[in-house]
């Protein structure tokens, strides 16, 4: 007896013998983080106080885009807009990539709005956590600062710029998640 | 009687009263509610320890003690099985949080949110979504939830699982894990240390931390290590081949894995290793400032 196949049938048994997930190439992880980092964001609606929400989520929301900004620029402008130390005259100011230059004035002002944010909130946080916290902004400061002046000299230098916008976002992480901290933590 | 005799009978009873008198000051907890298997738990809970256990039951209970005079919101069980649930505790003073504690059965499919200040969380055999948040706590997740974020700001998180998403970051925590197929640990100043299991995809960073690696690689892996200035010892097996592609600022990079050496950076300074891999040997790229990058092998 010959076993009738139906066009149905057929379609589950190919979509059944599809691998369950296929991952992107690695190159695209960086674009396709940026992407979704809004959906980290979604955490902030638990958050009672609908400005704290309404201020992460701006930021989030602005952190995403000027890194997605920062790397598409730095992988679509050429190798670097601003003279390379071989092509700077004598004398002259070391300074950033175009793109990062963008890209900074965004994080300024999320890490702006994110510090008034903790500013007004200081008092309801434990001594400890206050401490905590700025020990790491700290720490996420120097970072920066030494990154940042090493791409000045190579603004070139794609793995500083990485290097630098990473720097960024996890001192963006983590004031965000300190305004997120409960009262009398 | 001798004198230290006397001094010991005086000294046990002045425990008993002690203790006596903590007892007192606390208050019992006991709830039960019948749910959905994916039950969806919120928990603000500002008491020492928090042990979220997942069971083979469709109910939550809740038992523990809390400092007297704490604000409990624990909602009344319905006469249905409840879909979401909201549980609030809040003890009176921060000295009298480390009074209390609480555990918390749910059924394994749950999904839950717990908020904590300096509690130390235990949450095991959860298969359902965990998301864990404390201050000055330390998180450990036994078992492997499905969906898995786990924050602390100084405390150490600890993961014994593979769940098949995670993410940890802490500030100054130090991070514990064992593999899992989409993994993201950061951390600015703790240490991540990732052993004993396998990945898929992976991304570790750290600012001054350092990241030990020596997770077996599934087919196709992509792993993606980065640090200021924290060292980084990547170990790697050598049967899977995978492609590396490492590059510091100004540290060194030691291969041990393969022979192949690294080749110093422009103007003496910093170095980059790339090794090419088999065709489904994964990926590894690592990234570092000024932390020297080992890699070794496994």
Same mark, same amino acid.
């Given at each position: ?14 979509? +059944? ?112 956590? @206050? ?55 | ?24 000051? !606390? ?38 003690? @809390? ?82 974020? +786990? ?46 299991? !396998? ?18 690689? +599934? ?24 492609? @590396? ?39 590894? @790229? ?13």
């Amino acid at each position: 007896m010959t076993e009738h196949i139906s066009p149905d049938d057929r379609l589950n048994e190919l979509t +059944a013998a599809l691998p369950r997930e296929v991952a992107p190439p690695p190159d695209l992880w960086t674009d396709i983080r940026a992407e979704l980092a809004p959906r980290s964001a979604r955490t902030i609606q638990w958050n009672t106080r609908w400005r704290l929400a309404a201020a992460g989520l701006l930021v989030a929301a602005s952190s995403s885009i000027l890194t997605l900004f920062a790397v598409r620029a730095r992988e679509h402008a050429p190798s670097s807009v601003a003279a390379t130390p071989k092509d700077t005259a004598p004398g002259a100011e070391p300074r950033l990539p175009a793109h990062m230059v963008v890209a900074e004035r965004g994080y300024a002002r999320s890490i702006d709005a994110l510090w008034r944010t903790l500013d007004e909130r200081r008092d309801s946080l434990a001594p400890s956590t @206050v401490a905590t916290v700025e020990r790491s902004l700290r720490i996420a400061d120097s970072a920066i600062a030494e990154a940042r002046s090493a791409l000045e000299h190579d603004p070139s230098n794609r793995v500083l710029a990485e290097l630098l916008v990473s720097n960024y976002e996890r001192k963006i992480d983590l004031l965000r998640r300190a305004t997120e901290l409960a009262p009398r933590t | 009687m001798t004198l230290a005799r006397v001094h010991r009978i005086v000294t046990a009873l002045v425990a008993a009263v002690a203790s006596a008198t903590t007892l007192h000051a !606390q208050q019992k907890v006991h709830t039960a509610y019948a749910t959905t298997p994916e039950v969806s738990v919120r928990l603000f809970a500002s008491v020492g320890t928090v042990q979220v256990i997942g069971w083979d039951k469709d109910s939550v209970v809740v038992n523990g003690v @809390v400092a007297s005079g704490s604000q409990v919101s624990l909602g009344t069980p319905g006469i249905g099985p409840t879909r979401g649930l909201k549980l609030f505790i809040e003890s009176p003073t921060e000295q009298a949080v480390r009074e209390g504690s609480l555990t918390v059965r749910v059924p394994r499919g749950a999904r839950v949110w717990l908020k904590t200040g300096s509690s130390d969380v235990t949450a095991s055999e959860v298969t359902g979504g965990l998301d864990l948040n404390v201050v000055g706590g330390s998180i450990t997740v036994h078992g492997s939830p499905r969906e898995l974020r +786990a924050e602390s700001m100084d405390g150490a998180v600890t993961i014994d699982g593979a769940p098949s998403w995670m993410r940890v970051k802490t500030a100054t925590g130090d991070i514990a894990l064992r593999g899992g197929e989409d993994i993201g640990a950061s951390t600015i100043s703790g240490t991540i240390d990732a052993r004993g299991g !396998q990945v898929e995809r992976a991304k570790l960073e750290s600012t001054t931390g350092a990241i030990r690696f020596a997770l077996g690689l +599934a087919r196709g892996a992509s792993v993606e290590m980065e640090t200021h200035s924290g060292p980084i010892d990547a170990q790697l097996s050598r049967k899977t081949q995978p492609e @590396v592609d490492a590059a510091t600022v100004t540290a060194t990079i030691e291969n041990v894995w393969s022979k192949i050496q690294p080749t110093p950076g422009r103007e003496g300074r910093g170095m980059s290793l790339a090794i090419g891999g088999g065709q489904m040997g994964g990926r590894v @790229v690592l990234r570092s400032f000024k932390g020297k990058i080992t890699l070794r092998g496994m």
